[in-house]
């Protein structure tokens, strides 16, 4: 495998042949391709030329599987399996092996790392054992999420930033609630363009109703109790 998988990844999320040139050396170091060959892939691309040979140049180290897959995965970790095949075209076994290999998990339809440092599971054990005492001091606190940062509105309108520990989407409400009921909203339709894409978001959150939201929230203090008590073990 080489770097024209990356390109035509880069390709079908609508990037331009600068930019994925400039992502290329980002990831594998200046000098690995030039702007003029990314610009020959795209215009094949364009042509419907999906064709992946070897064409890399020589002396310059070759990229694998792995290697695209966790590029891919870099960009968007909450890509499928199938997906991440249609991104790449490494056959689908292929791509379970690699993701085994290099210890990705999905959690909360999210890819992380399964294997998480010592240092990660300590951050996650005490980062949740200090919310959890908060929570019990301001039993009145409203807690509105956005994004994977979880923000206290105390009762005079003053905002704070709760910590949240790295490659935890199992302790951020819009991960393992939010998305995943947004997902199902999704399933089975398609859109015809932008617009009608927009059109379905603001139709499906305006549709939530209050209880939606505190129900999916209110489970953070369960959950930082659980992880405490599994020794930082992901929540299943």
């Not at 400039?22 to 594998?28: D, H, L, Q």
């Not at 003053?158 to 989407?169: A, C, I, T």
């Not at 305006?206 to 939201?213: E, R, Y």
Request: proline content about 5%.
């Amino acid at each position: 495998m080489h770097l024209r998988h990356v390109t035509l990844h880069c390709f079908r999320k609508g990037n331009s042949a600068k930019d994925t040139t400039g992502e290329i050396f980002t990831v594998y170091g200046s000098g690995t391709t030039t702007i003029r060959t990314v610009r020959d892939w795209f215009k094949k691309f364009r042509a419907g030329n999906f064709e992946l040979k070897d064409e890399d140049r020589s002396g310059r180290p070759a990229t694998t599987d792995t290697d695209i897959i966790k590029t891919v995965l870099t960009g968007n970790p909450r890509y499928s399996v199938r997906e991440i095949v249609d991104a790449t075209n490494i056959p689908k076994t292929t791509v379970h092996e690699h993701l085994i290999k290099i210890g990705y998990a999905n959690r909360c339809e999210v890819w992380v790392p399964h294997l998480l440092t010592e240092t990660g599971l300590m951050n996650r054990v005490s980062m949740c054992d200090l919310l959890l005492q908060r929570h019990e001091r301001d039993p009145f606190l409203k807690r509105l999420v956005t994004g994977d940062e979880t923000w206290i509105l105390y009762q005079n309108f003053d905002w704070d930033v709760l910590p949240h520990p790295p490659y935890s989407p199992d302790l951020a409400p819009s991960d393992y609630y939010l998305f995943l009921s947004l997902k199902n909203s999704l399933r089975g339709k398609s859109f015809k363009s932008i617009s009608e894409i927009k059109t379905h978001l603001d139709e499906y959150f305006t549709s939530k109703l209050k209880q939606f939201w505190k129900e999916g929230i209110m489970r953070l203090p369960e959950r930082w109790k659980k992880v405490i008590e599994q020794n930082s073990s992901y929540i299943t």
